[in-house]
């Protein structure tokens, strides 16, 4: 059994102008693409193939550099295509916003909150919204590193996360890295988000 890119369920121009074409097809066949080969590669006799990529991640401290870097790069994307899928709420409602508010005081906290992670970040790497027992957090994680793995400083459920890896945004921002995360915060698509947090 070996791991596979997943289609995106929507076109490359979907994004647009927030996200151009020629960089969602990029990341999505040669980064993605990549990790998804690479893991696979990776696991090729290593007694690990049968698992899924969660029971993976739980130990990817435990396991060789390419495994948890390209198991972890193959989780990342499949939950940050989800997010951005066109269409759903442009805002938060319902059981998740209650949650919210409940952890951070308002939707524009977590914002802020949210922002600064993924601004600060320092090289490559995400931020993240997660379940940590039951509550909502802010965190950033390096490389490909993510929340659901033994290493991870702030562990918990992902439900929203972000790439900012320069190869997610140069083509259109270069070193505006701010500017990417501020239109990426408006094309969540907040019922995956609500998705993922109800688990
Ligand atoms: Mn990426």
Same mark, same amino acid.
């Given at each position: 059994m070996s791991f596979e890119l997943p289609e %995106? $369920?929507? @076109?490359?121009? @979907?994004? *647009?102008? %927030?996200?151009d074409a020629r960089t969602m097809e990029i990341h999505h066949t040669k980064h993605h693409g990549g990790y998804t080969a690479n893991l696979n590669a990776a696991l090729? $006799?290593? $007694?690990? *193939? $049968?698992?899924?990529i969660e029971e993976i991640l739980k130990i990817a401290g435990t396991l060789p550099a390419a495994v948890r870097n390209n198991g972890g790069g193959y989780y990342n994307h499949n939950l940050y295509w989800e997010i951005l899928t066109p269409g759903g709420s442009k805002e938060p409602r319902g059981v998740l916003l209650d949650a919210i508010r409940e952890s951070f005081g308002s939707l524009t906290a977590l914002k802020d909150a949210f922002v600064k992670a993924a601004i600060t970040r320092f090289g490559s790497g995400w931020a993240w919204l997660l379940l940590d027992n039951n509550k909502l957090v802010v965190s950033s994680t390096p490389n490909q590193d993510n929340p659901l793995m033994d290493v991870a400083e702030v562990k918990g459920r992902p439900v929203l996360g972000i790439d900012v890896w320069e190869h997610a945004y140069y083509l259109n921002y270069q070193n505006r890295r701010p500017d990417y995360v501020e239109a990426f915060w408006n094309l969540i698509n907040w019922d995956e988000v609500t998705r993922r947090f109800k688990g």
């Open positions: %995106l $369920g929507y @076109a490359y121009t @979907a994004l *647009e102008p %927030l996200i090729q $006799g290593s $007694g690990h *193939e $049968g698992k899924t």
